[in-house]
């Protein structure tokens, strides 16, 4: 199974700054149809998590323009440019490439 | 509105067959696949399984042994079955819309009890 490792575990930002996550996997994500299945998704406190990031770097309907992502392969970040209160919670990466799935295992976004 | 909610019992014993359903609207199961992902508590999130359009299913290795999901199209209906569950299966179970996630439920609760 693919095993992606993400990084920080954690994360303190003060509002209006820029953070970036790190998703590693242990196998590229590059799909044999020629898309990479790399989502971000956000789980705020209580809450069901909600996709911010499809296939590496596509913004979901409704998600804020400072959220972006970026990588190929077996490298992906996610930044948020300019944090705002709303956006702590939980971020997780996943990939949809190859079956099983899995997901990261969260960045939790604190707010200083 | 695509929709997704989760329903079954809160309470199941541990050796115990679990059953969830996940009724979905605004989008048809011959179109979408429906993945499965629980959360234990204070864990992070752990894809179970799909269920695809054309009905295949794939299933988390550590979990195949003892798990199974179904449809009934017709109802835009997914079903979980587990069995022999154990304490550590206690967790909030979501069903969440084909491989990009883009639509979630709620979640169920569902708590094993020794």
């Known amino acids: 199974d693919v095993v992606l490792t993400q990084t920080p575990p954690t994360l303190s930002a003060t509002i209006g700054q820029s953070v970036s996550i790190s998703c590693r996997s242990s196998q590229s994500l590059l799909h044999s149809n020629g898309n990479t299945y790399l989502h971000w998704l956000l789980q705020r406190p209580g809450q069901s998590p909600q996709l911010l990031i499809y296939s590496v770097s596509r913004l979901e309907s409704g998600v804020p323009n400072r959220f972006s992502g970026s990588g190929s392969g077996t490298d992906f970040t996610l930044k948020i440019s300019g944090v705002e209160a709303e956006d702590l919670g939980v971020y997780y990466c996943v990939q949809g490439t190859h079956a099983p799935f899995t997901f990261g295992s969260g960045t939790k976004l604190e707010i200083k | ?114």
């Not at chain 2, 695509?2 to 541990?14: R, T």
């Not at chain 2, 234990?40 to 988390?60: A, H, Q, V």
């Not at chain 2, 997914?78 to 569950?85: D, E, I, Q, R, T």
């Open chain 2, 1 to 114: 509105q695509v929709q997704l909610k989760e329903s079954g019992p809160v309470l199941v014993q541990a050796s115990e067959t679990l059953s969830l359903t996940c009724t979905v609207s605004g989008f048809s199961l011959t179109n979408y696949g429906v993945i499965w992902v629980r959360q234990p508590p204070g864990k992070g999130l752990e894809w179970m399984g799909i269920i695809w359009r054309n009905g295949n299913t794939d299933y988390n290795s550590a979990l195949k042994s003892r798990l199974s999901i179904n449809r009934d199209t017709s109802k835009s209906q997914v079903f979980l079955k587990m069995n022999s569950l154990q304490t550590d299966d206690t967790a909030i179970y979501y069903c969440t819309r084909d491989y990009v996630m883009d639509a979630w439920g709620q979640g169920a609760s569902v708590t094993v009890s020794s």
